[in-house]
């Protein structure tokens, strides 16, 4: 999909539903946050968000007292509208309206974080253009944590088709620089309760 028309969608998705609205909510991202504490990352950690959409993670890593928080995403409107909720705490994140397939991450971070954006990068190439920005922008010894459909979760999402994962299959797409670390399964409750089964894997970059 070219990234015009894909922000397009994003930007109609997140302006025509409340943050409760879309399939994907959770009210407290507790797997993301079990395994940022698994991986030992400190407050001080440089963290990016990619495809962080309307998420709350942010405020809870705030909450935590982390330090160093940028969210991405394609979709300006879904970055306003956490910004909106998040009120004057908004200035202790950083912002980035990008598409994470061809942006030039202007630094190396600790952790990596993406639930339900990979997943949407059904052309090789786009792939390509997001792990040669993860390699860019993941610190050697930096963790990536990417949540995924599983391979029996659904097929689309937001009307989308998606690529499905099991651990195995995300190490070998992201190739020999990284070092899978563990992978779980979650079973997530959408807001109408229906379920979705991601898969979270946790990488360290090696090389
Ligand atoms: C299913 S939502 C998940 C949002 C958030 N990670 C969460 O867990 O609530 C997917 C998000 O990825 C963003 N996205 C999709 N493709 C993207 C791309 N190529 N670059 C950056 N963001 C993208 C969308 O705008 C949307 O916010």
Known sequence: MESESRQAHW???YASKAEN???WFQENPAPSLALIAEIGAAPSAAIIDIGGGASRLVDH????GFSDITVLDLSAAALEATKARLGQRASRAHWLVADATTWQPPRAYDV?????AFHFLTEESDRAGYIARLKQGLKIGGHAIIATFALDGPEKCSGLPVMRYDAARLAR????????????RNDHATPWGSQQLFQFSVFERVE
């Open 11 to 13: 930007d109609n998705v």
């Open 21 to 23: 609205e879309v399939s």
């Open 61 to 64: 890593l705030i909450d935590r």
């Open 112 to 116: 990596w974080h993406d639930r339900a």
């Open 173 to 184: 797409t992201l190739g020999p620089g990284f070092r899978l670390l563990q992978s779980q």
